[in-house]
T-cell receptor
Framework: AQKVTQAQTEISVVEKEDVTLDCVYE???????LFWYKQPPSGELVFLIR??????QNEISGRYSWNFQKSTSSFNFTITASQVVDSAVYFC????????????FGKGTLLTVNP | DTEVTQTPKHLVMGMTNKKSLKCEQH?????MYWYKQKAKKPPELMFV???????INESVPSRFSPECPNSSLLNLHLHALQPEDSALYLC??????????????FGPGTRLTVL
């Protein structure tokens, strides 16, 4: 069975603060893929990143960065200098062949960035 | 064009009505998905079509009937729904069939209310 835990249900920050969203995963498969999605109030899930289990390099894309640590089964997401437009629900998700390719989502973290 | 479109955006229907949700993508993706999302919850997988064949049915009640007329279109036919079926219905597609490494691209969703 696979599982994704996002322990932070809600986070509130003031604009320009840095914020880290935590994601811890469980899987028995040796090959798996991790994803982050953003869901603004409009409802559409926006794909942010995919990370393969065999690639532990961290990634930076503008104000976004991701820290993948297999040793702690974590795939954390940091937003630097947050902006009001970053306000959304963020989902971490896991997918592996052993799960019949089902995308397992965490419960999501609601991020509110206040001006 | 990295867009998945869904119509209608909003739908209100009675329990005796028959309606359909439509999803379209022109990215040449070979897998398409239906998800159901209740408020403050992550999306739940309903159906997966891979190369236009139904690949996964997550034990969805028969009042939901999916159809994939061609590689670009996905429909969800609704009949005799219950008020608890009210939710956001999301369509997604991924490039290379249903394999684990594909990121899924989501549409904006149809917000369904069953009276």
């Amino acid at each position: 069975a696979q599982k994704v835990t996002q322990a932070q249900t809600e986070i509130s920050v003031v604009e320009k603060e840095d914020v880290t969203l935590d994601c811890v995963y469980e899987t028995r498969d040796t090959t798996y893929y991790l994803f982050w999605y953003k869901q603004p109030p409009s409802g559409e899930l926006v794909f942010l990143i995919r990370r393969n289990s065999f690639d532990e390099q961290n990634e930076i894309s503008g104000r976004y960065s991701w820290n993948f640590q297999k040793s702690t089964s974590s795939f954390n997401f940091t937003i630097t200098a947050s902006q009001v437009v970053d306000s959304a629900v963020y989902f971490c998700a896991l997918r592996s062949g052993g799960s019949n390719y089902k995308l397992t989502f965490g419960k999501g973290t609601l991020l509110t960035v206040n001006p | 064009d990295t867009e998945v479109t869904q119509t209608p955006k909003h739908l209100v229907m009675g329990m005796t009505n028959k309606k359909s949700l439509k999803c379209e993508q022109h990215m040449g993706h070979r897998a398409m998905y239906w998800y159901k999302q209740k408020a403050k919850k992550p999306p739940e997988l309903m159906f997966v079509y891979s190369y236009e064949k139904l690949s996964i049915n997550e034990s969805v009640p028969s009042r939901f009937s999916p159809e994939c007329p061609n590689s670009s279109l996905l429909n969800l036919h609704l009949h005799a729904l219950q008020p608890e079926d009210s939710a956001l219905y999301l369509c997604a597609s991924s490039p290379r069939g249903k394999s684990a490494g594909n990121e899924q691209f989501f549409g904006p969703g149809t917000r369904l209310t069953v009276l």
